[in-house]
């Protein structure tokens, strides 16, 4: 049982640590435009070169249009592939994508596990264990499973070996970057293990997310933890699970932000919309910044300072 | 081998923390191999006695030397409190997500550094790597402004904050022209370039730190005389009558160069150097219009000449008085629309910063000329005859402009209307190379700054304008068009640095003035090459 309070602990710690991170991000104040180009979500004919709806001659009378689909194409294979990286920087690549694709892949094992709990957990008799379905599923488990893990150790490896090896990255590289990636190389390698020595099927990972459904109990009568290695994986996965939030690792979600937020927040300001309203918001924050051309007292606010002159032209 | 700097070694005192050797810089082809073994000149000790001068060859700012260590101890304290406001909303809403989310998610995989022109030219200067000043400020903010940061440090990354640390942020902050070609390569998202722009605005906006060009002389001058040239409206409309004669020689007619038209379709917004520099830019904006039988006008009212807005580069007050009063000026003046002319960061602080802040009838509907260009020169109702610029040409493509804004194919169709010789550099398009004077740089010449600019920072540039004409005879005259006023200021000064009129034929101007070298009718030709007329009237 103290195996699954510890998980149960740890997905706690990322949903409320990835929900602060992200009530953070949407309680921000809107901020100016910075959008970098391309934006993928321009239309087709303008997102090949970059071009933004800033091109057409009186722009403002046109609808303001984002295509989901261009977006879609971009992001893709930039998540799934890391496209950007195959193309500046190759051989952080090599080791970068396996290192990826392996997490990815593991995020799914563990989806189709879940989905595995909760079909046995529903009775259904046409899935019990030898049938089609069942067959099916836990095939697929285990090439997801299999792939993730080597794809994650070679990656994780690779990463800690470039890190340490490649001059420029060891330079501006702390104890916590080591930290971080060799956690996650000591995780992929004992679930590794835990396979290879005696389940190739990811039995003891199916038993045990079962187990996390039901507060512990499992129909199956081998479960991951009578191993050392067994045991190791399950501590280890579960502190990932909370850790990835506390770290710069949460780039893997919180780039929607960056990107959707930032780089390719085009949307012009309407009279009367949204935006403006939040504008005049802000425009009524106080600043409190000290330099005497700024003029501040904290009491005048940002609309009052813009419209005003700076305090060395009295 | 040399031992790599660290960003924690931007705290330990030293003469200079780097230095470029000769024959580190990036080489160039022939004919210029003679400047392949130049070195910045050394600054005479006299000049840089009491300024801080320890980060590299060059000064930008020159932020006097404190007194005393009481006074080192008051200058740190003020730091570390305009660190705080930047991550405050009523400091610093106008970027604190984009500030947040880049000092958060970077992951040091450096893909960011062979995109840099800076870096990479200067021979790989671990001072000019864009994640370095980042890296500082980050394990500053992690260290003195987080909770426990001083034990977590040791696990994040150590830095000692001193004035030393201080004094070479700031001008280290004056190493890089925000051009964001790093932020377009990070996988993340991240941007090195914003968090450059943010270091700036701490020391202005906190402790009254920026280079005098950009503020005293800058947006201060800006907003007192009403021009950052220092010229006022009177002095204005003198040169703009001057300008009207030129063009009228040109043009063969009478140029109408308008003023102060209320209820006009358009108010043009020109970068005032324009009229001191080069005023015939003025002026092919003035006949194209006229010629097109457009309603328009420019404003008398000071800042309303003078399309620049420096505060875009250091500091978000001085940005957000000269925005609305450009937007105020329009608004009285009843016009339908802004139009900017060739100035890339008047582009973009006016078009697309300034949008989250105008509101109400202070959001008037802004255009750039290279779209209002467009659709005049493709529109039909003016003829061209593009054997007039019967001359190899290339475009520089201004970072505010297109890799800010996504205005890249407008310009592009124009000349390709009318330049028949036209060729694109390598990169080009958002993936250009900055002219080496963005966010100031241009403006910039203190100390031996000019020259720190021609060999590292416009170097890039050079080396691409090179390559887009190699396949031309040397002898042949070559034009360089950069439809922006601080591009055009730093390629004017590389040309004239490495000697590349006399030694490749290089020549450089706007876009106007070719669309007006083209157009029928015209009496004489309005490019000269030297004494040379482009074309024969
Ligand atoms: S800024 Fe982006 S590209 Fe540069 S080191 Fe950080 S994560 Fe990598
Ligand atoms: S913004 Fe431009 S100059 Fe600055 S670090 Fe990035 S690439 Fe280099």
């Known amino acids: ?314 | 081998m040399k031992k790599s700097l660290k960003p924690s070694d931007i705290a330990k005192p030293s003469d200079c923390l780097c230095h470029i050797e000769q024959g580190e810089l990036s080489p160039l082809p022939p004919p210029y191999e003679d400047f392949n073994q130049a070195t910045i000149t050394v600054l005479k000790p006299e000049k840089i006695k009491n300024i801080e001068s320890s980060l590299d060859d060059t000064v930008a700012i020159g932020i006097p030397k404190p007194a005393s260590p009481e006074e080192e101890e008051k200058l740190v304290s003020q730091f570390l409190s305009g660190l705080k406001k930047l991550f405050e909303r009523d400091n610093n809403w106008t970027f604190l997500q984009p500030l947040m989310l880049s000092m958060e998610h970077c992951a040091k995989c450096q893909t960011c550094s062979a995109a840099c022109p800076i870096y990479e030219t200067s021979g790989r200067k671990e001072i000019y790597r864009p994640i370095f000043r980042s890296e500082v400020l980050r394990r500053i903010y992690k260290k003195y402004l987080k909770p426990g940061g001083r034990i977590t440090a040791k696990l994040t990354g150590d830095i000692d904050l001193n004035w030393t640390t201080i004094a070479r942020l700031a001008e280290l902050s004056y190493r890089c022209t925000l051009c964001r070609r790093c932020a377009t390569v990070c996988p993340i998202g991240v941007d090195n370039g914003l968090i450059n722009h943010e270091i700036r605005k701490l020391f202005s906006q906190e402790m009254g730190i920026a280079p005098k060009e950009i503020h005293e002389k800058g947006s201060l001058q800006h907003l007192r005389v009403g021009s950052t040239t220092g010229m006022n409206s009177l002095a204005a409309k003198d040169s703009a009558e001057f300008i009207q004669e030129e063009m009228e020689e040109i043009t063969g007619y009478k140029v109408e160069i308008p003023w102060d038209v209320e209820g006009a379709d358009i108010l043009l917004l020109h970068n005032a150097g324009e009229m001191l520099a080069w005023p015939e830019n003025v002026g092919a904006f003035a006949i194209i219009f006229q010629a097109a039988g457009i309603s328009w006008t420019l404003s008398s009212e000071a800042a309303g000449y003078d399309a620049v807005n420096y505060g875009l580069w250091y500091d978000d007050v001085q940005f957000s008085r000269v925005a609305v009063k450009h937007a105020d000026i329009a608004r009285r003046l009843k016009v339908k629309k802004i139009v900017i002319g060739e100035c890339g960061h008047a582009h973009k602080a006016l078009t697309v910063i300034a949008d989250r802040l105008l509101t109400g009838d202070l959001n008037i509907p802004r255009e750039s000329a290279m779209v209002t260009l467009e659709n005049i020169v493709l529109g039909g109702k003016l003829q061209f005859d593009p054997s007039k610029n019967n001359f190899p040409v290339t475009l520089h493509d201004p970072c505010n402009i297109v890799r800010s804004m996504g205005i890249v194919e407008p310009q592009r169709r124009i000349l390709r209307k009318i330049a028949p010789r036209f060729r694109e550099m390598t990169p080009h398009g958002v993936e250009n190379y900055c002219c080496g004077g963005g966010s100031g740089f241009a403006i910039m010449s203190g100390y031996n700054f000019g020259q720190w600019r021609n060999l590292v920072s416009s170097r890039r540039k050079f080396l691409q304008i090179l390559n887009a004409f190699h396949d031309e005879p040397q002898d042949i005259p070559k034009y360089v068009c950069a439809p922006c006023s601080n591009c055009k200021g730093s390629i004017r000064d590389i040309t004239d640095y490495y000697h590349a009129e006399e030694r490749s034929g290089l020549h450089y101007g706007g876009l106007v003035e070719l669309i007006i070298n083209a157009l029928a009718g015209m009496k004489k030709p309005m490019i000269r090459f030297g004494e040379k007329p482009s074309w024969e009237p």
């Open chain 1, 1 to 314: 049982m103290g195996f699954y309070i510890l998980s149960y602990v740890c997905i706690a710690v990322f949903i409320g640590a990835t929900g602060c991170l992200i009530y953070r991000q949407i309680t921000l104040p809107l901020h100016v435009r910075w959008e970098i180009y391309p934006v993928r979500h321009e239309t087709t004919a303008r997102v090949a070169y970059g071009g933004s709806y800033m091109e057409e001659v009186n722009w403002w009378n046109n609808e303001y249009k984002s295509s989901h689909i261009n977006e879609l194409k971009y992001m893709v294979p930039e998540i799934l592939f890391l496209r950007g990286l195959w193309k500046e920087n190759r051989s952080l690549w090599l080791v970068s994508f396996p290192f990826h694709f392996g997490m990815y892949l593991m995020i799914a094992t563990f989806g189709l596990l879940l989905l595995h709990a909760v079909i046995t957990l529903g009775g259904f008799p046409a899935f019990t264990a030898g049938n089609a379905d069942e067959a099916l599923l836990s095939g697929l488990i285990a090439a997801t499973g299999w792939s993730g893990l080597i794809m994650g150790n070679i990656g994780s490896l690779g990463i800690l070996y470039k890190r340490l090896t490649d001059r420029e990255m060891r330079i501006y590289s702390s104890f916590a970057d080591y930290f971080n990636i060799l956690f996650i190389f000591i995780f992929f390698l004992a679930a590794l293990i835990t396979c290879l020595l005696g389940d190739p099927l990811l039995e003891g990972a199916k038993a045990y997310t079962f187990g996390l459904l039901t507060g512990g109990h499992s129909p199956h009568p081998y479960v991951p933890g009578q191993t050392v290695f067994g045991r190791t994986t399950i501590v280890l996965a579960s502190l990932l699970v909370a850790y990835i939030p506390l770290t710069h690792m949460s780039h893997m979600y919180m780039k929607y932000f960056l990107y959707h937020k930032v780089k390719w927040d085009d949307a012009p300001n309407q009279r009367g919309g949204k935006i403006e309203s939040a504008i005049m918001r802000n425009l009524d924050l106080k600043p409190t910044w000290q330099a005497k051309h700024v003029g501040a007292d904290g009491q005048k606010s940002w609309h009052d300072i813009a419209t005003s002159a700076p305090k060395e032209m009295k």
